[in-house]
């Protein structure tokens, strides 16, 4: 086991990946899809044995910088990665290009859930469950990395609370002491048990409610890790029906924060989850966003025949509730009732409210992506406390230490993490323009690859947009941009950090 550890944290990966590969390769000859069978399992030896001489090669290496190397690897893993996971998905599929693969993969390990594939026919049910188990495995590589890795740098959304948000990149005390890959090796060992059972209770829960066993082990690993990956197109073809939607509802959650879940949060009452920011900012826009929604019919819509009886109004509640927990997560799925809330509203495509929770985000340490909720909390707490201060100039503040930190040095990095993403978007909306898409295309399929909730682009724009529509050159652009949502742009910073490269 200890030799196991010493390898580089890219080769533990590539080792992983292709043993997965062993999964839709069983899948496939159950159903007596041999060739799909054939593919993977050629696939997983292949790359099995090229991870065992990767492995031979690197058993003695050790980086000058363990900060650096594994920032390196997180990067790898989502660009490089996804080319040895692309090779049996193109050669199953057979009527692609290699590109759209390579795309399909990428977006899945980012656990974003964009898909060339409107029709989800077109794939054999094999190929729907690589992706989804890529995007699974993508979603546990985070909850891992964030709390083994980003965590001990101040990133990922914990510079908000460090006690030092002026050495971003640098190792706190413990860190100095615990070698990095027994810290990885820690936390797999308590996230792996969890994320595994929770996603086999939510597989057998949703085929008790009359899913099918594909739909549900996907979908399944979809909400774990907030990827919308769907063999049936979504939520709103499933089988399930509404009460498979209250289901994932409430394993949605988890992904609001990490205290729901992480076995280093000891909840001793349950205040704790009351007072939790992230889950109170959720609550506010979960209570917020469905009742403007929903009041808005009596405002504007009231004389939309057939929408003022109470199982009109009832559906509509809970189709805005749903689908504004899905994206605030950005997950990506919509409820089968959110056509009836956007009818009760009497709001075409309230696209720009989708975009809005999806830049938002879920909770620090989650599977989510977004800017996080614990940034705009921190962003709120600051401005709250400066109106505060035009009204009475000499106040002085509560909340204790950790309060004034987080309004203070707090507010400051999540405001610089907020401008470098918002400058992002404005070069990454226009590079998509150079490629010849139109202003609102560019911008949804921005939104939507930088916060990886793929599904967005069919939802939020007036016309549903198409990933399969767009040319090779925008494919590339949301590669990257879907690369630098996942891994934050702090992260990328710091790699660029002079301090990252010294010896």
């Known amino acids: 086991m200890q030799w196991i550890l010493k390898l580089p ?9 292709a043993a ?36 031979i090669a690197t058993s003695n290496y050790k980086p000058r910088h363990a900060a650096r190397s594994q920032l390196l690897s997180l990067m790898a893993a989502f660009l490089i990665l996804p080319i040895m996971l692309a090779v049996p998905f193109n050669e199953a599929l057979r009527t692609t290009s290699f590109l759209n ?14 898909t060339i594939f409107d029709n989800p026919s077109r794939l054999p049910d094999s190929l729907h469950l690589w992706r989804a188990l890529v995007g699974w495995l993508g979603g546990l590589l985070m909850w891992v990395t964030a709390a083994a890795i980003l965590a001990p740098m101040n990133l990922g959304g914990f510079e908000v609370t460090s006690e030092d948000q002026t050495q971003i990149g640098e190792f706190s005390q413990i860190t100095r002491i615990i070698d990095p890959s027994e810290r990885l090796l820690r936390f797999t060992l308590d996230l792996l048990p969890i994320y595994t059972a929770l996603t086999i209770i939510l597989w057998i829960m949703l085929s008790l409610l009359g899913e099918s066993g594909l739909t549900a082990i996907c979908h399944a690993m979809s909400v774990m890790a907030t990827s919308g990956i769907s063999p049936v197109g979504g939520m709103e073809n499933s089988a399930a029906g509404r009460w498979g939607e209250v289901l994932v509802f ?64 009832l559906a509509a509640l809970w189709g805005g509730l749903f689908t504004v927990l899905s994206f605030l997560t950005t997950t990506g799925f919509a409820s089968a009732d959110w056509a009836a809330a956007r009818t009760w509203s009497g709001l ?55 309060g004034r930190k987080i309004r203070r040095e707090g507010a400051y990095i999540a405001w610089i993490f907020f401008m470098l993403f918002a400058l992002s978007i404005a070069l990454i909306m226009t590079a998509l323009s150079l490629t010849g898409l139109q202003f609102e295309t560019a911008m949804v399929l921005t ?28 494919k590339m652009i949301l590669v990257g941009a879907m690369v630098l949502g996942r891994l934050e742009t702090l992260a990328i910073i710091a790699l660029l950090n002079p301090e990252f490269w010294r010896s």
């Open 20 to 55: 997965a590969m062993y999964v839709p390769a069983v899948h496939a000859y159950t159903l007596r899809d041999m060739h799909e069978a054939r593919t993977f399992f050629y696939g997983a030896t292949l790359f099995l044995m090229l991870t065992a001489m990767l492995g």
């Open 101 to 114: 693969s390579y795309f399909e993969m990428v977006s899945s390990i980012t656990t974003t859930g964009a």
């Open 447 to 474: 939104v939507a690859s930088i916060s990886t909730t793929g599904p967005l682009a069919s939802i939020a724009a007036e016309t549903p947009i198409s990933y399969a529509g767009i040319n090779d050159a925008a």
């Open 348 to 402: 075409g495509t309230p696209g720009l409210l989708l975009m809005g929770l999806a830049l938002i985000g879920g909770g620090v340490a989650t599977t989510a992506g977004g800017v996080k909720l614990l940034r705009v909390y921190a962003l709120y707490k600051h401005g709250q406390r400066e109106i505060e201060r035009l009204i009475h100039p000499s106040s002085v503040a509560r909340s204790g230490r950790h």
């Open 9 to 17: 944290l890219f080769v533990l990966l590539m080792g992983i990946g």
């Open 250 to 313: 409430l394993f949605l959650m988890l992904a609001i924060s990490r205290v729901t879940f992480s076995p280093e949060v000891r909840l001793r009452h349950f205040d704790q989850l009351r007072v939790d920011p992230e889950i109170r900012i959720a609550i506010v826009l979960l209570v917020t966003v469905p009742t403007v929604l929903f009041l808005r019919h009596y405002l504007g819509a009231y004389d939309v025949q057939g929408q003022n009886n109470l199982g009109a109004a």
